[in-house]
């Protein structure tokens, strides 16, 4: 990545000063074949020029885009903007699966790779999985390509989000998953109380606020909650435990035990995206 500004650099020589020159991203994200730009406001009067020259030093890339802002809002859309190139759909791939998606209109988190993978391996034959934040089919997809789970339930209530949902299960030739375009907390759920064996939470931050439509959703003798959230570093692990065994208290299931704690990448100075698998049965 060094290597790159340095050819940004190059590129530029005589059309930035020096001094912006130097303000000039040491790397990128790519999305499918979309490159993705963190850039200092200083440069964005030159966002332009900047797009067509990274064009031009990546021209496998069709693409490029400034990053403005971080996610926002309850549907999740990320502060993306094109700068240069043809478009802004791409399709990426990754562990075998593949996401289409607008990366203007439906955040894709990289750093999530790894738990991506994660989480197929777990999943057992037959299992009835609810996906309480599917967006485009970030777990739904992976689960039900790489598992054989019985049914899995994806919830999404922003329209963008469920349209290239549904297009992804059809690129990736995925059947046994129902996508519900609603809020998870809505009472029009009633078909999915006390369905799942296993519930993913794959939202952030904040997710703590939808433990009780989780547990709603666990069967009766209990299951797996896949609980992500972000906590500062001397929180860890001590209040993440503390909010699932209060939350399970109020709906009448007990903590059994944790047979997974990570970090899946840091989120902000001193804050990390953690994820738990918290295993729970009824409390007597």
């Excluded at 790519?30 to 020029?49: C, M, Q, S, T, Y």
């Excluded at 001397?234 to 939350?247: F, G, I, N, V």
């Excluded at 989120?267 to 049965?281: N, Q, T």
């Amino acid at each position: 990545m060094k290597r790159f500004k340095e050819q940004l650099k190059s590129r530029l020589a005589g059309t930035l000063p020096n001094e912006l020159l130097e303000l000039l991203p040491s790397g990128f994200q790519r999305v499918g074949d979309v490159v993705i730009l963190g850039l200092k406001p200083e440069l964005l009067e030159h966002e332009r020029g900047i797009g067509v020259a990274v064009l031009k030093l990546l021209p496998e890339n069709k693409t490029v885009c400034a990053r403005f802002g971080g996610v926002s809002g309850d549907l999740r859309i990320p502060g993306v903007k094109k700068i240069a190139g043809n478009g802004t759909t791409t399709v990426h791939t990754e562990n075998g699966c593949k996401y289409g998606l607008d990366v203007t209109k439906v955040m894709f988190a990289k750093g999530n790779v790894g738990e991506r993978a994660r989480l197929p391996r777990l999943v057992r034959h037959g299992e009835t999985i609810i996906d309480m934040f599917a967006g485009i089919g970030y777990f739904t997809v992976p689960v039900a390509k790489k598992s054989r789970p019985c049914v899995v339930y994806a919830i999404e209530k922003n329209p963008e989000s469920v349209r290239f949902l549904k297009e992804n299960l059809k690129l990736n030739g995925i059947t046994g998953v129902e996508v519900i375009e609603a809020d998870n907390r809505d009472a029009g759920l009633h078909k999915l109380n006390n369905a799942a064996d296993r519930v993913i939470m794959g939202y952030l931050p904040g997710t703590e606020k939808f433990l009780p439509a989780a547990f709603g959703f666990l069967k009766q003798d209990g299951g797996i909650i896949h609980f992500h959230n972000t906590y500062r570093k001397q929180e860890l692990w001590e209040t993440p435990r503390s909010e699932l065994e209060a939350a399970a208290m109020c709906t009448g299931y007990k903590l059994d035990s944790i047979s997974y704690r990570g970090i899946v990448k840091h989120f902000a100075p001193g804050v990390e995206h953690v994820v738990i698998d918290a295993h729970f049965s009824r409390a007597s």
